[in-house]
Each structure stands twice: as C-alpha cells, then as structure tokens.
C-alpha cells in the first residue's frame, strides 16, 4: 500500500516554516514569582498586551484587598467578575439544614438562576424539601508496585498491621481532618491504599494530601517488603473525575433530599401533570444509560457550578460532584415525589477560597460562613439540585424550556 502524503491532501494543511519550533526567548515572559505584592503586579501588567485595561481585572477593591489572595493563586494580576443571581426562598428540612435560604448562583448562564428560583417557589410552597448528609469522607490512593502478586500480599498483610501508626501520623499534620478507613485494592504486582478521612468543614483536598503523603513517607522508608515503585496518588481516589465507585460509598458529602408535591402543585406552577413529568424521568433514563451515564440527572452541574463558584468552592471538583441519581415518581395518592442522591459533594465553609470578599459574603448571604456549618452546606446544595431537577423537566414537559432560553438570554 502507498504511503499517505498529508501535504498533498485537501484535508490537511501544508506543513510549512509557520509549523518549525522556534527557541527564541519571550522577552515578555510574566515574573514566575507566586507574590501578591503590587510591584510584582505591575511587572505581571508591563508584560501583557498594552491594549488591555488593567482596571477592568485590576480594579480599586482588587488592588486594596490584594494581599487577601496570596494563598489561592500565583502569578496574581486580578480578579474576574461574574454575575451573581438570588434563588430562593428555598426551604429546607434538613439534619442540619433547616428554614428558608437564599442561595448565591454566580453564571454567566441566562435562564439559569430564573429555574432555580422557580423550582426553589414550589417546593417552598408545598412546606420544603426534606434533605439528610448520611455519610462523608474524603480519599487519597497511593499506589505501590512490586515483583509480584504474592510480594503485593505480603506488603498489604504488614500495611494493615499499622492503622494505628498510620493514624498518628496522619493526625499530626492537621487539626481537623481525621483518617477514618483504609481499603486495600490489589491489582496484580501493584498495591493500592485508599485512605479515607473526616476533613471538618474543610473540603479537604490539601488536608488528605498533606496527611497521606506523611504516612506515604513512612511506608516508603519502613516497608518490610522491597517497594520496586511508588506514587502518592494512584488516580483511584476519583478526585475532580466522574467515576462511578462512589454511588455505592461516598467521597466528600453525600446527601439525599426529596419532595413529595400535590398534582394541583404541578400544573400551577409548572403548568404540567405528574404523569408527564414521570414519562419523562422514564424516557430520559433510559437515555441516559444509553449514552453510557454515570448516574441519571438533568443537570446537576449547572446548581453545583453556580452555588461553587460564588461560595468559594473549588469548581474543579463539579466533575466529580454532579453525579447522582434523579428519580420521579406517581404516590399513590396521584402525587408527584422526587428524590436526588448526590453522593460526591465537595463543600466546605472554611479554606480555601471560602474566606476571599465576594465568596464569603456569599456565604453569609447563605448563613452558612466559618466552621460548623458545611454539613448545612451539602444539604442545601442538594435540595438546589432538587429544586432545578423539577423545573427543568417541568420546562420540558411543558415546551417552555427553549422558550424560556429565548425570552432571557435574548432579550
């Protein structure tokens, strides 16, 4: 068969000069300098295009409060504005949610805020979701690998023998995290721990690291058993991935709410019925098993996306956090119930992004900043999942859905 010339394709383009690696350096490369300081700043700025207006990232609160930023970013040069919305009244029956919250949704997403606060409307109307955090726990997997399987078994029969050492060692790196449970995964001549912890109100991720990499050393200098190659995390953990191992168990907050609704309640205010609504959760899971989902909901990651962004919360993790299960059903009384399960919650209240300006002014819009207060968190992302859950499908059964996108995102 005759070789393909690609440069001889209509398809491809021509590979010229324009495509030749070049190794001249970049007189304007930024200051590689994590410091906040406005000297450095201004370096970052003379380094960028001139036809950028620094006050438009860099504006006069930015500039005052810049030292406020140090811990969560390098190479800072300012601050994005995005829009933040008001849902709510939501109100919610929680273990540790309870009355009526007003929930910040930062988006650029037209449409979006206006379904949360509708389906926030009826579900307060109809007295508020029931919601309850029924577990929680935050993973780091490091890997090991030896000569073979029975080298593997060997290390795990010692590795168990040292929970307790494994525990000290964990809590002598954080005051508020706890290792909770190892499970051990052999997968041939490699070994995988998965240590999982109690992070607080933190969300954690730091915090699991910093402890796993302590009892990481100690396995690496201590083991009995040669370790031929080893890896702080062994991608088992599910961090900032959709994965499916955690519908069974749990990594972050998971957390269940549901709703039981009066037909009268569907057609005012979603202008539908209950046996709609529950045709359509029928034909939409079995699209979504078709489209090889990990889960069934409607859109979960435009709540968690939103709530996380104006909170404070890393977004990054919605990968991970907007699985789950989304389940409609006709009671028996000819009423609508609807339940979410999200099993994947990444919040916490303190840490991380939680303490910046916008974000914790979010939080006290919500009620819910500093510790003691990020289980509350979980439960009312939850129920805003739940709440956007039923106005979406109401929107599809109704046909409002493009008409709604229509009016506000064009208007």
Avoid at 227 to 235: E, H, K, T
Avoid at 295 to 304: S, T
Avoid at 332 to 340: H, W
Wanted: proline share 3%.
């Amino acid at each position: 068969m005759p070789k393909l010339n690609l440069s001889q394709t209509a398809e491809y383009p021509i590979w010229d000069a324009q495509h030749t690696p070049r190794y001249a350096p970049d007189h304007k490369d930024l200051p590689p300098s994590a410091t906040t300081n406005l000297a450095m700043i201004e370096k970052r700025w003379q380094a960028l295009s001139s036809s950028v207006d620094k006050r438009i990232l860099l504006d006069t609160q930015t500039e005052q409060t810049h030292g406020l930023y140090k811990r969560n970013i390098e190479h800072f040069i300012g601050t994005v504005k995005v829009p933040v919305g008001i849902a709510g009244p939501l109100r919610i029956n929680g273990t540790h949610a309870q009355g009526d919250f007003r929930v910040p949704l930062a988006t650029t997403e037209a449409a979006l805020v206006a379904s949360y606060a509708r389906g926030s409307k009826i579900m307060t109307a109809a007295g508020g979701a029931n919601a309850m955090l029924i577990n929680e726990g935050v993973t780091r997997t490091p890997v090991f690998s030896f000569e073979n399987v029975s080298q593997a078994g060997q290390f795990v029969a010692w590795a168990v023998t040292q929970y307790e050492h494994f525990k000290q060692l964990a809590h002598s790196t954080t005051q508020h995290g706890q290792l909770k449970d190892i499970n051990v995964h052999i997968e041939g001549n490699r070994t995988y721990l998965v240590f999982e912890y109690l992070t607080g109100d933190a969300s954690g991720q730091n915090m699991v690291t910093f402890a796993t990499n302590a009892i990481f050393e100690y396995i690496v200098s201590q083991s009995p058993i040669v370790i031929c190659s080893a890896y702080l995390d062994g991608n088992l953990s599910g961090d900032k991935k959709a994965n499916s191992h955690t519908m069974r168990s749990v990594r972050g907050k998971k957390v269940v709410a549901d709703i039981t609704l009066p037909a009268d309640f569907i057609s005012r205010y979603l202008h539908t019925s209950v046996d709609e609504m529950v045709e359509f959760g029928q034909m939409t899971t079995t699209g979504a098993l078709m489209s090889g989902g990990i889960g069934v909901n409607a859109h979960y990651a435009n709540a968690l996306s939103a709530l996380y962004i104006a909170c404070g919360q890393d977004a990054a993790c919605v990968a991970e956090s907007a699985i789950g299960i989304t389940r409609i059903e006709k009671t028996a009384k000819g009423q609508l119930y609807a339940c979410v399960t999200l099993p994947n919650l990444m919040v916490g209240t303190v840490g991380g992004g939680t303490e910046l300006p916008s974000q914790k002014a979010c939080l006290d819009i919500l009620g819910l900043a500093g510790s003691g207060k990020a289980k509350a968190l979980a439960e009312v992302a939850a129920s805003l999942c739940l709440a956007g859950e039923l106005s979406i499908v109401g929107a599809f059964c109704a046909g409002h859905f493009s008409k709604a996108h229509r009016k506000l995102a064009r208007r």
